[in-house]
Antibody, heavy 113, light 106 residues
C-alpha cells in the first residue's frame, strides 16, 4: 500500500549529527516532492525543507540552512534528512511528508548529554 | 519570511457547538492555505487545501474560508472525535505553519 516508513528513534549527544530515513512504497517515488517537518515535545509543527526526488533539488527553511541536508536514493525510494551540530532544542519528532497528504509515522530524535 | 498567527491558542466547546478558528498571514498569500488536524501522538492530517477545498474523505462539518491575509476554519457541529490541535499552513512562499489551536471538549 501507499506509505512512508521512517527509521527508528535516535539518541544523540550535543554536537553530533543524525540522519533520518523515509522509505516510500506503493507509488511512483519521483512523482511527488517530499517535505520534512519537525515537532518539539509539546510544541507546534515546524517546516524544515523540501526535496524533489526527481533530480534531488532542495529548498531549506532559512533557520536550518547550513545544518540540514536532504538527499534521496531513487534505487530504494528513500529520502534522507541529515541534521548536524545537534543541540538540545533539536529534540523533536521528525516527519517526512509526501506533499500534504501522506505522512510518515515520525522519528523521535533526542539530543542529550 | 511569511509569519502565521492563529487565534485562539486554545478553546473549549461542547459537543454540537459551532467552532471557529482564525488564521492570519503577515502578507498576502492569496488562497495558498492548508488546514491540518493533529491528534496526540499522530501525524497531522490534511483537512482543507486552497483555503476552502475539503480534502477527500473529510466530513462536511469542516470548512474553510478566506483569501489574502485572513482565513477562517469552522467545525459546524463539534463531535467528540474532533478533539485535536488544528494548524494552518501557508504555501505561497515556502511553507509556514501557524502556532496551532488546541480544541478541548467542555
Amino acid at each position: 500500500q501507499v506509505q512512508l516508513v521512517q527509521s527508528g528513534a535516535e539518541v544523540k549527544k550535543p554536537g553530533a549529527s543524525v540522519k533520518v530515513s523515509c522509505k516510500a512504497s506503493g507509488y511512483t517515488f519521483i512523482s511527488y516532492y517530499m517535505h520534512w517537518v519537525r515537532q518539539a515535545p509539546g510544541q507546534g509543527l515546524e517546516w524544515m525543507g523540501i526535496i524533489n526526488p526527481n533530480g534531488g533539488s532542495t529548498t531549506y527553511a532559512q533557520k536550518f540552512q547550513g545544518r540540514v541536508t536532504m538527499t534521496r536514493d531513487t534505487s530504494t525510494s528513500t529520502v534522507y534528512m541529515e541534521l548536524t551540530s545537534l543541540r538540545s532544542d533539536d529534540t523533536a519528532v521528525y516527519y517526512c511528508a509526501r506533499e500534504e497528504r501522506l505522512w510518515g509515522q515520525g522519528t523521535l530524535v533526542i539530543v542529550s548529554s | 519570511d511569511i509569519q502565521m498567527t492563529q487565534s485562539p491558542s486554545s478553546l473549549s466547546a461542547s459537543v454540537g457547538d459551532r467552532v471557529t478558528i482564525t488564521c492570519q498571514a503577515s502578507q498576502d498569500i492569496s488562497n495558498y492555505l492548508n488546514w491540518y488536524q493533529q491528534k496526540p501522538g499522530k501525524a497531522p492530517k490534511l483537512l482543507i487545501f486552497g483555503a476552502s477545498n475539503l480534502e477527500t474523505g473529510v466530513p462536511s462539518r469542516f470548512s474553510g474560508t478566506g483569501s489574502g491575509t485572513d482565513f477562517t476554519f469552522t467545525i459546524s457541529s463539534l463531535q467528540p472525535e474532533d478533539i485535536a490541535t488544528y494548524y494552518c499552513q501557508q504555501y505561497d512562499n515556502l511553507y509556514t505553519f501557524g502556532p496551532g489551536t488546541k480544541l478541548e471538549i467542555k
